[in-house]
């Protein structure tokens, strides 16, 4: 696929993330123990052969440039083609907070990365999907079919803030979309879109064009449901492991999911590794008797004598007092946990810390979260 330019949106899909998105965008959000959300989809891409990628931000976009660098550990600091990061930016026209947010606006506002990138096709996906695969398949499945646009999709059981928020789609016999509905609030159709979805690089520009000059603005709504008809759009179906993180509920559940051996087996694949920042730390180190049960440790963590972590993920650098217990939670990068505390269903933000004998629980449905360098 190195005849398909890609892009990456880190924003949106963030109102249900509270703390977690207040001083980072989307894709900077750490998951998995050493991971940032971005780093799954840009990997996905670069496995896929692509090597002309563009990161599109909208706000607190600092801390995910600092981790993104010059994308060398994508293999994207290249003289030709390579990593590009767009900050925010509007003409005239366009008015601040209405047209950021939206995939139209912000493809046009990079309009002439567009036009002189040489590759016919165009990826573009949501910097908040947490999966592993290649997009060849895809590929070959649009060119099959003639389209002119194909979306990724996905089939299961959703949640009702994905019914408040996501958009779904239904297909005829040989896979055309016929019918999309943004948020319906309730499972009245069997596929969600995932964010991301494929054509020609040529068709792309001409549909933004069209859409700037009707002042429209939104892929989902003037696209993808308003050109349906006028439009041959198929619906590629992925079948492995895949979640997208739109609320705290999914970004908790995603994370414990990891502790499954299967989920891990799909998602950290050996063909298809998912690269992110080094950072070199020491390994793990127990300090006298612990209880570890059911739980993911990442490297420069210290374990207090006597403490107890079950079906927990602890980011790298998370210290954690002696007697201390740690249940069902997912503790960030750089965290300090203090004696004789207790927690449970909770998630802290990075450099959070808990002080001695303190205790804080959420419920499996409804995780406590303290945010960012917050006391407790």
């Not at 607190?60 to 981790?67: I, P, T, V």
């Not at 759009?233 to 739109?246: F, N, P, V």
């Not at 950072?279 to 990442?298: H, K, W």
């Not at 409804?366 to 960012?372: C, I, N, S, T, V």
């Amino acid at each position: 696929m190195n005849d398909t330019l890609g892009f990456i949106f880190v924003h949106g899909n963030d109102s249900g993330m509270k703390e977690l998105s207040e001083s980072r965008a989307m894709g900077a959000i750490p998951f998995g123990g050493r991971y940032r959300l971005i780093d799954f989809e840009l990997s996905n891409m670069v496995n896929s052969g692509i090597r002309n990628i563009a990161v599109l931000t909208q706000n607190n976009y600092h801390s995910l440039m600092d981790h993104l660098g010059s994308g060398k550990e994508w293999d994207l600091d290249r003289k030709r083609d390579g990593l590009f990061i767009f900050p925010p930016y509007l003409s005239d026209k366009e008015s601040t907070e209405k047209n950021l947010s939206h995939r139209m606006s912000a493809l046009n506002n990079v309009m002439s990365y567009i036009r002189r990138s040489t590759q016919k096709y165009a990826l573009i996906s949501n910097g908040d999907i947490v999966s592993n695969h290649v997009y060849d398949e895809m590929l070959e499945y649009h060119i099959s079919k003639n389209a002119y646009i194909t979306v990724m999709c996905t089939r299961g059981h959703f949640s009702d803030e994905a019914l408040k928020c996501e958009t779904f789609l239904s297909t005829d016999k040989n896979g055309r979309v016929d019918d999309v509905m943004i948020a319906p609030g309730m499972p009245l159709l069997d596929l969600m879109f995932t964010g991301t979805f494929i054509m020609e690089k040529s068709l792309l520009e001409f549909l933004v064009a069209q859409c700037v000059a009707h002042n429209r603005f939104s892929f989902t709504k003037d696209v993808l449901q308003g050109m349906l008809t006028g439009l041959d759009i198929y619906a590629w179906e992925y079948k492995g492991y895949l979640r997208r993180i739109d609320s705290i509920e999914s970004f908790y559940d995603a994370n414990r999911e990891l502790l499954d051996a299967s989920v891990r087996a799909d998602l950290f694949r050996t063909d298809c590794p998912i690269r992110t920042k080094v950072r070199d730390d020491a390994p793990t180190f127990y300090e006298g008797e612990n209880e570890i049960v059911s739980s993911l440790l990442a490297d420069g963590c210290v374990i207090g004598n006597g403490a107890k972590i079950i079906n927990s993920v602890l980011f790298r650098g998370v210290r954690v007092g002696a007697n201390t217990v740690i249940r069902d939670s997912i503790i960030m990068q750089d965290c300090v946990i203090g004696a004789d505390a207790e927690i449970g269903c909770s998630i802290l933000d990075k450099n959070a810390t808990v002080t001695n004998g303190v205790r804080v629980s959420g419920y499996g449905s409804h995780p406590f979260l303290a945010g960012k360098a917050s006391v407790i």
